[in-house]
């Protein structure tokens, strides 16, 4: 069974730092690009990040380029958002995400096989 279990989330302050994990399981890890998704209540899902499996290529988008850094670790099954200079505008369900490619069009446009976690709530306060 394919599982993603999100962690990290909580409540920080304008300006502060959180780190999230996803710890998957059920599927080869090192063969599947990764993501990290947020929803914002009342506005569209967003792409934040995305780390291809055995090259580690990124993606990040465009609101949080120079803020957050993306990294996997293949022998734990864990990938990471680091998240620097948080802004209530942060604030959202962040969810992990994984797909069989060795592309980073999970973060663009991709229609096939992929997991999502639960989520992990991020607030940010003012």
């Known amino acids: 069974e394919v599982q993603l279990v999100e962690s990290g989330g909580g409540l920080v302050q304008d300006g502060g730092s959180l780190r999230l994990s996803c710890e998957a399981s059920?599927?080869?890890?090192?063969?599947?690009?990764m993501g990290w998704f947020r929803q914002a209540p009342g506005k569209e899902g967003e792409a934040v990040s995305c780390i291809t499996g055995n090259d580690g290529r990124t993606y990040y988008g465009e609101s949080v380029k120079g803020r957050f850094t993306i990294s996997r670790n293949n022998a734990r099954k864990t990938v990471y958002l680091q998240m620097n200079s948080l802004t209530p505008e942060d604030t959202a369900v962040y969810y992990c995400r994984g797909a069989p490619i060795g592309t980073l069009d999970l973060c663009r446009i991709y229609y096939g096989v992929d997991y999502w976690g639960n989520g992990t709530l991020v607030t940010v306060s003012s």
């Open positions: 059920g599927f080869t890890f090192d063969d599947y690009t």
